[in-house]
C-alpha cells in the first residue's frame, strides 16, 4: 500500500496516489519519484498545465542552472540522481549510515541477487535498518537513488528493473542524435532485461507490464525495436537476423498477447526468414499462420509471392496454380487487404500464362 511522504494518507492502488500528489500537492515540493508520478498520471488522463501554471517549469529551470555543490546540500533539498551518481562510493554509504543502513559490497549483492529493482532494494533497507518514519521525502529518495547508483557499481551484471528506463532513455537520445544502431542496441539490451525480470509464469503483456517501470508502454516498446530493426535492415542485411531472433522471443515470452501483435510479430519472423533466404521455413511460417489466422489475407499473399514473385527460378506450373489458388483465398479472406487490386492482377496475369500453356506442359509435370 503506497503511502504519501508529504503527509499521512495511504492508497490502494499506485493511480490513487498519482492522483492524490497531482490534485492535492505543489509540484515544485515534489521529490524526483513523486515528480515521475505526477508526469505519469498527466501522461496518462491526457492533461495540460494551464497558461497562468509555471510552477512546472519555474523548477526545471532552476533545476537545470543550479550551481551548489553536492556537498553544500541541506536536509530536505531534492535530490537528483546525477547529484548522487557524482557522490564517490565511500561518500554515498556514509550518507546512507546516517539514516542508519550499513551496508557492504557483499551484503549488496546479496541482496541484489535475490530482488530485480532497486527500488524495492531500497525499501528493505527502510524496513530492516528501521530508518526514521519522520525522514523527509528528499532524503527518502537519496535512499533509492542510493541503490539504484550503488547496483550499477556493484551489480552491473544483475537485472533490476530501474535500468530498463535508463536504457529506453538512452536509446531514444542516441536516435534523435541519428545514431539508430547505438540507439537499437540500447532497446535491445533493455529488451533482455525485460526478459530476464518477468516471472516465467506470466505470459501477457498487459500483466508483464506490472513488474515493468510505469513510465513504459512494453506493447509500444516492443513495436518500436522492432521498427528500428527493420529500418536498419534496409541498409544492412545482418541485422535480418537480429529482427528474426527479436520477434521470435517477443511471441514465445508472451504467447498470451493480443491476437493482432502475435499475428503482426508472426509475419514479422516469416519476412525476416524470406530476408535471409530461408524459403522453406519462411513458407511453413505462412502455412502455419493460415491455419491459425486463417481470416488473414496477407499470410495467403505472402505465401503466393514466394511462389510467384521472391523466388529467382522460374516457377513451375505446380508452383503456378499453388500460387493462384493462394491469391484467390486472400482476396476471399475475411480481413481487410490493401489494394487488393494489385493481388487480383498477379492473379490474372498467372491464369493468363496457365491458359496459355500447351496441356501437354501441364500433364508432363503432373
Same mark, same amino acid.
Given at each position: 500500500?503506497p503511502?504519501?511522504?508529504?503527509?499521512?494518507?495511504?492508497?490502494?492502488?499506485?493511480?490513487?496516489?498519482?492522483?492524490?500528489?497531482y490534485?492535492?500537492?505543489?509540484?515544485? !515540493?515534489?521529490?524526483?519519484?513523486?515528480?515521475?508520478?505526477?508526469?505519469?498520471?498527466?501522461?496518462?488522463?491526457?492533461?495540460?498545465?494551464?497558461?497562468?501554471?509555471?510552477?512546472?517549469?519555474?523548477?526545471?529551470?532552476?533545476?537545470?542552472?543550479?550551481?551548489? #555543490?553536492?556537498?553544500?546540500?541541506?536536509?530536505?533539498e +531534492?535530490w537528483?540522481l546525477?547529484d548522487?551518481?557524482?557522490?564517490?562510493?565511500?561518500e554515498?554509504? $556514509? +550518507?546512507l549510515?546516517?539514516?542508519?543502513?550499513?551496508?557492504?559490497?557483499?551484503?549488496f549483492?546479496d541482496?541484489?541477487a535475490?530482488?530485480?529493482?532497486?527500488m524495492?532494494?531500497? $525499501?528493505?533497507?527502510?524496513?530492516?535498518?528501521?530508518?526514521?518514519? $519522520?525522514?523527509?521525502?528528499?532524503?527518502r529518495?537519496?535512499?533509492?537513488?542510493?541503490?539504484?547508483?550503488?547496483? !550499477?557499481?556493484?551489480?552491473?551484471?544483475l537485472?533490476? +528493473?530501474e535500468?530498463?528506463?535508463?536504457?529506453?532513455?538512452?536509446?531514444?537520445?542516441?536516435?534523435?542524435?541519428g545514431?539508430?544502431?547505438?540507439?537499437?542496441?540500447r532497446?535491445l539490451?533493455?529488451?533482455?532485461i525485460?526478459?530476464?525480470?518477468?516471472p516465467?509464469?506470466?505470459t501477457?503483456?498487459?500483466t508483464?507490464?506490472?513488474?515493468l517501470?510505469?513510465?513504459? #508502454?512494453?506493447?509500444?516498446?516492443?513495436?518500436?525495436?522492432?521498427s /528500428?530493426? /527493420?529500418?536498419? /535492415?534496409?541498409?544492412?542485411?545482418?541485422?535480418?537476423?537480429?529482427?528474426?531472433?527479436?520477434?521470435?522471443?517477443?511471441?514465445?515470452?508472451?504467447?498470451?498477447a493480443?491476437d493482432?501483435?502475435?499475428?503482426?510479430?508472426?509475419?514479422?519472423?516469416?519476412?525476416?526468414l524470406?530476408?535471409?533466404?530461408?524459403t /522453406?521455413?519462411?513458407?511453413?511460417?505462412?502455412?502455419?499462420?493460415i491455419?491459425?489466422?486463417?481470416e488473414?489475407?496477407?499470410?495467403?499473399?505472402k505465401?503466393?509471392? #514466394?511462389?510467384?514473385?521472391?523466388d529467382?527460378?522460374?516457377?513451375?506450373?505446380?508452383?503456378?496454380?499453388?500460387?493462384? $489458388?493462394?491469391?484467390?483465398?486472400?482476396?476471399?479472406?475475411?480481413?481487410?487487404?490493401e489494394?487488393?487490386?494489385?493481388?487480383?492482377?498477379?492473379l490474372?496475369?498467372?491464369e493468363?500464362?496457365?491458359?496459355?500453356?500447351?496441356?501437354?506442359?501441364k500433364?508432363?509435370e503432373?
Amino acid at each position: 500500500m503506497p503511502d504519501c511522504p508529504y503527509c499521512e494518507r495511504s492508497f490502494e492502488e499506485e493511480p490513487d496516489i498519482r492522483k492524490h500528489l497531482y490534485e492535492d500537492h505543489e509540484y515544485d !515540493e515534489l521529490s524526483r519519484i513523486d515528480t515521475r508520478r505526477v508526469d505519469q498520471y498527466v501522461g496518462d488522463h491526457d492533461l495540460e498545465e494551464s497558461d497562468g501554471d509555471d510552477t512546472h517549469g519555474q523548477q526545471v529551470a532552476e533545476d537545470s542552472i543550479r550551481t551548489s #555543490s553536492v556537498s553544500d546540500r541541506h536536509s530536505g533539498e +531534492r535530490w537528483e540522481l546525477d547529484d548522487v551518481q557524482a557522490l564517490s562510493t565511500t561518500e554515498i554509504t $556514509d +550518507r546512507l549510515a546516517e539514516y542508519g543502513i550499513d551496508t557492504t559490497e557483499e551484503s549488496f549483492r546479496d541482496r541484489a541477487a535475490e530482488i530485480d529493482s532497486a527500488m524495492t532494494l531500497a $525499501d528493505q533497507w527502510e524496513d530492516d535498518h528501521d530508518v526514521d518514519v $519522520d525522514l523527509s521525502g528528499y532524503d527518502r529518495d537519496f535512499i533509492w537513488m542510493a541503490a539504484d547508483v550503488l547496483w !550499477e557499481r556493484w551489480a552491473p551484471d544483475l537485472p533490476n +528493473r530501474e535500468r530498463i528506463y535508463a536504457l529506453v532513455q538512452e536509446g531514444r537520445e542516441l536516435r534523435e542524435e541519428g545514431n539508430d544502431a547505438e540507439a537499437c542496441q540500447r532497446w535491445l539490451e533493455a529488451w533482455e532485461i525485460i526478459v530476464a525480470v518477468t516471472p516465467d509464469d506470466i505470459t501477457t503483456i498487459e500483466t508483464a507490464e506490472d513488474h515493468l517501470p510505469n513510465v513504459l #508502454s512494453l506493447e509500444g516498446f516492443l513495436r518500436s525495436v522492432d521498427s /528500428a530493426l /527493420a529500418t536498419l /535492415a534496409a541498409a544492412d542485411p545482418t541485422y535480418h537476423e537480429r529482427r528474426l531472433e527479436f520477434c521470435r522471443e517477443v511471441c514465445e515470452q508472451f504467447p498470451d498477447a493480443p491476437d493482432e501483435l502475435l499475428l503482426d510479430f508472426r509475419h514479422f519472423v516469416a519476412d525476416s526468414l524470406t530476408e535471409v533466404g530461408r524459403t /522453406a521455413d519462411s513458407r511453413r511460417e505462412f502455412e502455419a499462420l493460415i491455419r491459425e489466422y486463417p481470416e488473414d489475407p496477407w499470410a495467403y499473399k505472402k505465401l503466393a509471392d #514466394s511462389y510467384w514473385l521472391d523466388d529467382s527460378d522460374e516457377p513451375t506450373v505446380g508452383e503456378m496454380e499453388r500460387a493462384a $489458388d493462394l491469391y484467390q483465398q486472400a482476396l476471399d479472406a475475411e480481413g481487410p487487404l490493401e489494394r487488393p487490386s494489385i493481388v487480383s492482377d498477379r492473379l490474372a496475369e498467372i491464369e493468363r500464362q496457365l491458359a496459355a500453356l500447351d496441356p501437354s506442359e501441364k500433364g508432363e509435370e503432373g
